[in-house]
């Protein structure tokens, strides 16, 4: 492979620190270990970096790391032929400049040594502590790295495991692959592109879940250099030719930079080129390129209040593309990651996106959990020492639910080449959706889940006896996808020998939901032979009587308010199209079958049922009030309110608060930002509605909220 294409990144990208140049280490560290009162000079560029992050780092442990395993080392060589210290000094370099801690570099120094020399743990452990020691053992586990196909599962299980217990051992591992590849030439072509599947298929997910996208970007590109050679090659010839030109987005860049400077705004405005692969996918997606799809705009500001405001002057300054936007301040992305994104159009219609963040929300996004150090040690315990939860689980609040859901799952699969397949199909999403419990809790699952996964996530093997589902507070199949934001009630058998059929697998898009369906079928024969009754697109809720059912407007099946009419012993039904309740002005029509339909007077239907010609009925509350607290009362309402995260979980809860109950709910599309939320609920007190209403209007972003006035056919 030529120099560049071992890193097809550095014509577009511009370093801030040169990478380190291999060859003068290689004789450096043929010099041999120096005294332990001065830091070796193999090291400067380690310490150089280390310090930009960390100020007052104590560099001695790292001069004695490198020490022992330089001297460990000495005489190992690489295929390249150069010393093989020179690859723990560029693995430990690579972290260093993504601000990982000293104890994280201290133990990519002697990421190899126990298993490459004669060094043993107790020797690390006794030299450099607990957390260290740990550090290296899990890196160790994961060194025995065979890539033939038989033994990459259990290699990758391995490291999840790893990962899971503490997520500094896989940032070694990505940086120690990151260097692996920049020096992949070395290698036969099928072995390369081997190794070059492997990262693309695990790693690069992996770095991209941990937030490492610094890592993942390169890994990207050395990839696509090595599988797409062609389509690498016209992509460098398309970045070399732009070249450094960028007159387009320059010229954006100072536009951007005059107006905050106007505004009074403190701000860095940079102009951040794309990386290989990142030019790739606009260009299959635009097609011709135009000066301003070579790279994005950054804007850098001193906290999060100043990304709003800078927002709001580029908005007001420029014409924005609205379709661009997205908060990922309030709402950060599963992988940590916060920005605002948008786009703005330049003073001769070039289009250029910006990304709008803190600097330490830059640093988190370049670097991920990297720049988090050790999530576990608090006031100084070590990883090694931190007491534990009662579960045995390691306390990591950085952990998000996607690496919790694969540790779960990796147990529960039986053999490798589910745990291979399985893995591969998870890290291939990206994106995450927040499903709401009605129990007030919360599910992370995969985009494009259903109630069957949900059901799996809450539930694990209980729920092969889920039966349905109320979705938003309506009745639905096990098969319904789900989208950000639902309320997911789930409906399990008492029956405790109910099972899954076959058809879930179509519908489960977890590891989790798959591994359990797939072992229940296994184990019951029949099952997987259609016998069982419980489906996906059939569900059986609990028995109940018909007519409490979701959507129900009959007042004569159960609870429903007392109404007295004018035609005695007539069955009285309300209105589904305005839902009276008292104290409403009420008219009543007779309908076929005899029964009698009540509406609010105001009701669109009255005026329409009257004009063709229809006898009104006439009807009034038995309970004026509706306050006799023996009966149920159904209203419909309509709040009308700005998009916003948690907007649907705020209006749950205060409807909750109210002691109301959702019988059916709908939210419209959002337009130009607004949503519309329509919800039937019943009441134990219908006096109670006007304080449900004002508590749903005291909801931050609602605006209004009203009864609603539906349509209704003339019976």
Known sequence: MSAEAANPGAPLRKRG???????RLSRVALLGPVSRDRLPDAIGHVAEAHRAHHPDADLTILSRAYILAESSHRGQMRKSGEPYITHPLAVTLILAELGAGTTTLTASLLHDTVEDTEVTLDQVREEFGDEVCYLVDGVTKLEKVDYGAAAEPETFRKMLVATGNDVRVMSIKLADRLHNMRTLGVMRPEKQARIAKVTRDVLIPLAERLGVQALKTELEDLVFA????????????????WGDAQGPLTEIADGVRSTLREAGISAEVLIRPRHFVSVHRVRAKRGDMRGTDFGRLLVLVGEDADCYAVLGELHTCFTPVISEFKDF????????????????VGPDGAVAEVLI???????????????????????GTTAAHQAEPADGERADPTRPGWLSRLLDWQEAATDSDTFWATLRADLAQD??????????????????????????AQYGEEAHGCIGAHVNGRLATLGTALNDGDTVQLLLAQDASSGPSPEWLDHARTPTARIAITAWLQAHPEGAQGTHKSRPDAPRPPAQPADDAPGSRSAAAGRAPS???????????????????????ITGFTVRGGAVTVHRDECPAVARMRAVGRTAVEARWNDPDGRSGTTD?????????FGRPRLLADLTEAIATAEAAIVSATVEPPSEQRVRHTYTLQLPDAAGLPGLMRAMRDVPGVYDVSRAQQPAATG
Do not use: W
């Open 357 to 379: 963040r803190t600097h330490r929300m830059h640093t988190v996004a370049e670097a991920g959990v990297v720049a988090l150090g050790n999530p576990y040690a608090q006031d």
């Open 329 to 344: 301040i309030a709402a950060p992305k599963f992988n940590l990651y916060q920005s605002l994104h948008t786009a703005v």
């Open 17 to 23: 620190r040169a990478r380190i140049d291999l060859r």
């Open 563 to 585: 109404v007295a009419v004018g035609t005695p012993g007539a069955p009285v039904r309300l209105a589904g199209c305005c839902t009276p309740v008292p104290p409403d002005r």
């Open 226 to 241: 090595i599988l797409h050679p062609e389509e690498y090659e016209r992509t460098r010839a398309l970045i070399s030719a």
């Open 431 to 456: 994106r995450e959706i927040t499903v709401f419990r009605t129990d007030g809790g919360t599910l992370g699952l995969p985009a494009g889940a259903s109630c069957v996964d949900a059901a799996y």
């Open 633 to 641: 009362y159904r209203v419909t309402l309509v709040a009308e309110s």
